[in-house]
């Protein structure tokens, strides 16, 4: 007589098989290990405009724009900062920081996310005479070299987009669970390998700290090309990596000075955009809570099951299960300076990132205010 399969043994060993493929042939994502590394000095150092946009930021512009004056860049620099409609001290607190223009952004035109339209307006106050354009967060604040590295790698690959993720707050419980885990989830969906990769097609950015060759924006239609995408950044990437080769990377230098504190920061942050991401599709939906459930919930229930009724081979494929997802998370933990304890935290902050994805689902894209639609069909 055959003996009966236990369901969640097969789906331990499925995910267990899932896991091995993503750590090794997912273009090393895991790894964490992209970095901005010294690069010779170009003969010429081109002029570049930082742009700024930023809506009700008081709180936080003074010392990321007070970063951008500091910054020591040989060549022409300039700061713009876009006022998209603050109903605060923004605009002041950007001028006293050393913003050498700030611009409203006026109304925003039919069609366009409010942060496009944003960019837009600074990319057209920047003019022609800025070979980069540097857009930076409102709420980054940055390393006085780091403009300068970012033009000699760019110059010294021919790339057209060079990218930082900056690192997040963390420092509350929540933030020490969350913060990390994005970090780890957005290198899964583009691993940075694949995007410094001019033969691959995927491609992301990130947009709190990106520099971009202004010819190559202008050739690929410029902001008026991703005026209706709610991800910004990762739609530039893509515009741009037609265009030429891009790279993104980690930096443990550039930072938020944004606190999300405690789960609803975290979860308003996930949900504005997350059903955006999956293309506002259903399908898509459904694929991505299965491959969560499948991946990060399946091993520890796995375990918890097999030890509650001795079950020794579904206990066992249960715990290599989560050994694998947590060695696969321990570097961006080190990234975050939190303990090793953390990466066996993994299943509990993908429940949660699920739960936020349904959310970002049944509210659609909102962020400051504005509520965005799904894509016209």
Known sequence: MPVPIDPLAFLAALALLAWGVLLGFRGGFWRADRRLAPTPAPPHWPAVTAVVPARNEEAVIAEAVASLAAQAYPGRFEIVVVDDASTDATAARARAAGAERVVAAGPRPAGWVGKTWALARGVAAAGDAPEFLWFSDADVVHPPDVVARLVAKAEAEARVLVSLMVLLECRTAW???????????????????????????????????ALVRRRALAAAGGIAAIREAVIDDCALARALKREGSIWLGLTEGSHSARAYLGLAGVWRMVARSAYAQLGYSPILLAATVAGMGLLYLVPPLALAAGLAQGAAATAVLGAVGWAAMAVAYAPTVRLYRQSPALAASLPLAAALYTAMTLASARRGAAWKGRTYAGPRR
Not at 191 to 203: M, Y
């Open 175 to 209: 933030e020490r669970l969350l913060v990390p885990a994005f970090v780890f989830f957005f290198q899964k969906l583009y691993p940075f390998r694949w995007v410094n990769d001019a033969r691959r097609r995927t491609a992301a950015a990130a947009g709190g700290c």
